[in-house]
Structure formats: C-alpha cells, structure tokens
C-alpha cells in the first residue's frame, strides 16, 4: 500500500485517471442492471453487486465463493462471466467475447447505454444452439 501511496503522490495523473475509470465502471454498472431489470442502486454495493451479476448470467449465489479462491477467482472466473454476459445479450462470435475481455468497462458501458442491446436472458447451464434460437432472427 505504501507503494501505490508514493506511486500516485508522484504521479498524480494516474490518480484523477483510476477516479475516472472508476466513475466510468460505476455508470457502466448501473445501467447494465437497471438493463437487465434490476435496481441500478444495487451497483454501488460491492459484494451485492457481484451477486447481482452472478443472477444476470443465472449462476446461483453460491458461485460468489469462486471469487475467493486465489488464482481461478481473479484471472478466470471473471473472463467465463464476461463470456456469459455477452451471451446474455445474444452475442455469440469470438470477436465480441474478444472486445468484451479486453476492453471490460468500455464494451459493459455500451451494452448498458445502447439503445439496440437488448438483455435476453440467463444463459448458464444452457448450450449455444438453444441460446442463438432464442435470439430473434433480423430479416
């Protein structure tokens, strides 16, 4: 901690930039639950805020004890949630799980303010072909 202490007090660009990032993680939150039909509220509570999203994709609340197991709760499980979050607004090709990972905030932000995202649903514990069926076909 006193690393990072000295880290931002001599650079304290990165300081304003962490606020921003999380101002703009704590929107992108909000409106993906208020999305998904839960109250937007419920984002600014930490762990209730990972139970949320765990409903989201429709894992059971007990799954929230993954995030502490030390290596699979924070590099992997993330990654399968946001596979299935993207999933759960019927995107289905690797270019968008791509995006999803690797630009997290900015990609939840969109799903949540974009008029043409629409939420479709848990998809855990379901497979693929039965999901893309469900997901209305564009004429």
């Given at each position: 901690?006193?690393?990072?202490?000295?880290?931002?007090?001599?650079?304290?660009?990165?300081?304003?930039?962490?606020?921003?990032?999380?101002?703009?993680?704590?929107?992108?939150?909000?409106?993906?639950?208020?999305?998904?039909?839960?109250?937007?509220l419920l984002a600014i509570i930490p762990i209730i805020n990972?139970?949320?999203?765990?409903?989201?994709?429709?894992?059971?609340?007990?799954?929230?004890?993954?995030?502490?197991i030390p290596v699979y709760g924070q590099l992997v499980f993330?990654?399968?949630?946001?596979?299935?979050?993207?999933?759960?607004?019927?995107?289905?090709?690797?270019?968008?799980?791509?995006?999803?990972?690797v630009f997290n905030i900015f990609y939840v932000l969109n799903?949540?303010?974009?008029?043409?995202?629409?939420?479709?649903?848990?998809?855990?514990?379901?497979?693929?072909?039965?999901?893309?069926?469900?997901?209305?076909?564009?004429?």
């Amino acid at each position: 901690m006193d690393i990072l202490q000295s880290f931002l007090d001599e650079n304290p660009v990165f300081f304003f930039l962490f606020i921003f990032i999380g101002f703009i993680s704590f929107v992108a939150n909000w409106r993906l639950f208020a999305k998904c039909g839960k109250p937007g509220l419920l984002a600014i509570i930490p762990i209730i805020n990972m139970i949320v999203g765990l409903g989201i994709v429709g894992r059971p609340k007990s799954h929230f004890f993954f995030f502490l197991i030390p290596v699979y709760g924070q590099l992997v499980f993330p990654i399968i949630l946001t596979i299935e979050l993207v999933r759960s607004f019927g995107k289905y090709h690797w270019l968008d799980y791509i995006l999803a990972i690797v630009f997290n905030i900015f990609y939840v932000l969109n799903l949540g303010l974009a008029y043409n995202e629409e939420y479709y649903g848990p998809v855990y514990g379901q497979n693929i072909e039965s999901l893309r069926a469900r997901k209305p076909q564009l004429a």
